[in-house]
């Protein structure tokens, strides 16, 4: 009898189950899409005491066709608000949107030079959102964000093909400083002896025009230094073009030779760095041996082939000391110097840099550079080659 009750009962439970899934709605957890406003970049400033949050928006059809003309109205959206930390200027910003806004597409995270200092906060304030990933790309810039977010784009392309969202296309053209995300950041602060360098987005009429009117365009313009997540300022790319050297996604760098009345360009595609130390006692010597392929692309007058390959290899050196002595000056370590103390002499790194006072001096760099020409194209180099 009490088998046949539970059996009784089991089954009027299961027939209960199965009439509360029929009357649930197939789409009980759907999402209007008109009702949500996607922000796709924040860009963060910091004065007098306020965060300051820029959020720029574009119109789904920009970010559903990138690599199809828009319609020529502008797609971007540009949203402005204040508080007392990130969280409240993201609040505040809410309550004047028609829609709810959401970080789920999320593709970029700019900071202004101001706002360097309260880096921990801002990362921290962001981390907080449950749609925020590390995969974000993350920028410093030195103009006002509003005009960043307001630079202009190519053939009404989706301003999802500009640097400030795909800097991979932008390193294939030119190399300098690989493009952070949030996790690389991260990694490279908490990393002992590393030096984080956080590319600057700017922006720039120097360049194009359409229909005879400058248009305004992203541009790299240099980078801010941290250790620790200690801001340590700005560096102009121009000062320290020879950190390009140093990046292991290296791509593509023209570089122009003169020589005497003949001059030539050579197309580097590929460099590679080792970096070595020497102890002793008290002080450290660094030395960079850095190799680099290339071939030539335009050449005036006669050259050959060793007086080429010198004096690629004498400007790239002159590049690379120049960002050196830069970085002593403004004590930076521009060169990631301290983490091979950190990784091949951790005994000296102990003793003498993980107080995080370490720099390196004037003198304690040398370096050296092979310059291998793999080919000439249709050039005909001059005799002694």
């Known amino acids: 009898m009490m088998a046949a009750a539970k059996k009784r009962i089991r089954t009027a439970a299961a027939g209960l189950l199965t009439l509360i899934c029929l009357l649930l709605s197939g789409c009980w957890d759907e999402v209007n899409l008109q009702n949500i406003s996607y922000i796709t970049a924040l860009g963060i400033d910091y004065k007098d005491g306020q965060f300051t949050l820029y959020a720029q928006m574009l119109t789904f059809s920009a970010i559903a066709k990138t690599e199809s003309p ?54 921290d304030g962001l981390n907080r959102q449950r749609a925020s990933r590390y995969t974000t790309i993350l920028y410093g810039t030195s103009i006002s964000l509003d005009k960043l977010f307001s630079t202009e784009y190519f053939f009404n392309l989706s301003p999802l093909n500009s640097p400030l969202y795909a800097p991979e296309q932008y390193e294939t053209q030119y190399t300098f400083v690989q493009a952070q995300t949030m996790q690389s950041f991260v990694q490279q602060v908490r990393d002992p002896g590393m030096t984080a360098l956080l590319l600057d987005l700017s922006a720039t009429e120097s360049y194009w025009l359409h229909s005879n009117k400058k248009i305004n365009t992203q541009l790299i313009n240099g980078v801010h230094v941290f250790k620790n997540l200690s801001y340590q300022g700005f560096a102009m790319e121009k000062d320290v073009l020879g950190i390009r050297w140093l990046n292991p996604a290296f791509q593509k760098v023209y570089m122009k030779v003169e020589l005497d009345d003949s001059m030539a360009t050579v197309n580097v595609i590929n460099s590679s760095v080792k970096r070595r130390a020497k102890v002793s006692g008290e002080d450290a010597h660094f030395e960079l041996n850095i190799q680099l392929e290339g071939h030539i692309v335009e050449m005036d007058g006669q050259l050959t082939k060793q007086q080429l390959t010198a004096a690629v290899e004498q400007k790239v050196k002159e590049e690379i000391e120049a960002a050196y002595r830069h970085g002593v000056q403004k004590k930076m370590d521009l060169l990631q110097l301290e983490h091979v103390l950190y990784r091949y002499h951790n005994g000296y790194w102990k003793a003498n840099a993980a107080d995080g006072k370490w720099r390196p001096r004037t003198d304690a760099l040398t370096v050296n550079v092979k310059m291998i020409l793999s080919d000439s194209g249709k050039f005909e180099m001059s005799s002694g080659t």
Do not use: C
């Not at 540009?78 to 970080?103: E, P």
């Open 70 to 123: 828009q319609q020529p109205t502008d797609p971007v959206w540009i949203g402005k608000s204040q508080g007392d930390s990130v969280q409240m200027a993201y609040f505040n910003l809410s309550r004047a949107g028609y829609t709810t806004l959401s970080l789920d597409q999320l593709k970029t995270i700019v900071v202004h030079e101001r706002a360097m200092n309260q880096l921990g906060d801002v990362l």
